[in-house]
């Protein structure tokens, strides 16, 4: 029997993800979030000349995963969501990303 969190895991594991186009996003501040039972994720992402100033991990309920708390800096750095995820701790950092991608699909008005 396999439980809905390792339904949710294998779920994200096989979520690909992609990257934003920053040319698109207007200067400001979105949020965004990503819950998978039982890692959630809520981010603010601040936008400024088409890059990425800076994330918040405003809230990250993570079980094992706290080493992904390092995501949100590496995506300022590389200005991209396609960044490695956090070994041992692979299913917070796509979760992490997600909640990332969600508030730039939001600055985009996706």
């Known amino acids: 029997v ?3 969190a390792e339904r949710n ?4 594991q096989n979520i690909t993800i992609e990257d934003c186009d920053l040319s698109q996003a207007p200067d400001g501040t979105y949020q965004g979030q990503y819950n998978a039972f039982p890692v959630i994720a809520e981010v603010e992402v601040t936008v400024k000349d088409h890059a990425i100033t800076e994330i918040d991990l405003i809230k990250h309920i993570n079980g094992q995963g706290g080493g992904a708390e390092s995501i ?3 995506v300022v750095e590389a200005q991209s969501l396609l960044v490695d995820t956090v070994s041992g701790a692979t299913y917070s950092s ?10 730039l699909e939001n600055a985009a008005g996706e």
């Open 2 to 4: 396999i439980t809905i």
């Open 9 to 12: 895991q294998i779920a994200v």
């Open 72 to 74: 949100p800096q590496e």
């Open 94 to 103: 796509k979760v992490i990303l997600l909640a990332i991608r969600n508030a």
